[in-house]
Every structure is written in C-alpha cells, then in structure tokens.
C-alpha cells in the first residue's frame, strides 16, 4: 500500500522560509518520480516542483529561484525547501507519485505566509 505523509508546514512571515518533507513507503521510492503539488482555495491545484528518478528538477517560473525540491533515496523522503515565500504562496502543499497507473497523493500540509 502506497503512502505518503507531508509534514513541515506552518505560519510564516513574508520573506520567511520553510521546508516540507514528504515520506514515502509502499514503492521502491528510488525508481519513481516526485512532485510537489499546492492548492489554494479557489484554485486549482498546480504543481511547484518535479523531481525524477534521476534527480532532474522542474519548476514553474512562479517559484523558480525561490523552491527548490531534492530527495534522499536512503530515506525515502523527497523535501520542498522553499525561500523568500510570499503571501501567494499560502496554500495547502501536497507531494505526489505515480505508481502502477495510478496518482498517489498525501494528505497534504497547510503554509500560511502571512505578518
């Protein structure tokens, strides 16, 4: 059974960091590619951060230069470090797979960029 469990969130000032981790278990975590997905209320969810087996990072230009994603195969976690965060970027923050035809998301953790 896939699973997967954010933890990291929280209330930050603008210009304030934090970084999200996500745990895996249930796949052999090195083979599969990660991402980093948030959904604000009202809108759609959409992805700030990709990461592939291989270590190759994607970012939309919205957070690029500010997140970054990496991941540590030894402890089947991927991290979404993020910077310089401003008051758009609050929103629930959750990670996600793609395991045998299917999308695996985890419950997601709440960041509030907010003085």
């Known amino acids: 059974q896939v699973q997967l469990v954010e933890s990291g969130g929280g209330l930050v000032q603008p210009g304030g960091s934090l970084r999200l981790s996500c745990a895996a278990s249930?796949?052999?975590?090195?083979?599969?590619?990660m991402g980093w997905y948030r959904q604000a209320p009202g809108k759609q969810r959409e992805l700030v951060a990709s990461?592939?087996?291989?270590?190759?990072?994607n970012y939309p230009d919205s957070v690029k230069g500010r997140f970054t994603i990496s991941r540590d195969n030894a402890k089947n976690t991927v991290y979404l470090q993020m910077n310089s965060l401003k008051p758009e970027d609050t929103a629930v923050y959750y990670c996600?797979?793609?395991?045998?035809?299917?999308?695996?998301w985890g419950q997601g953790t709440q960041v509030t960029v907010s003085s």
């Open positions: 996600k797979t793609h395991y045998s035809a299917r999308d695996y």
């Open positions: 249930g796949i052999i975590f090195s083979l599969y590619n």
């Open positions: 990461i592939t087996r291989d270590g190759s990072t």
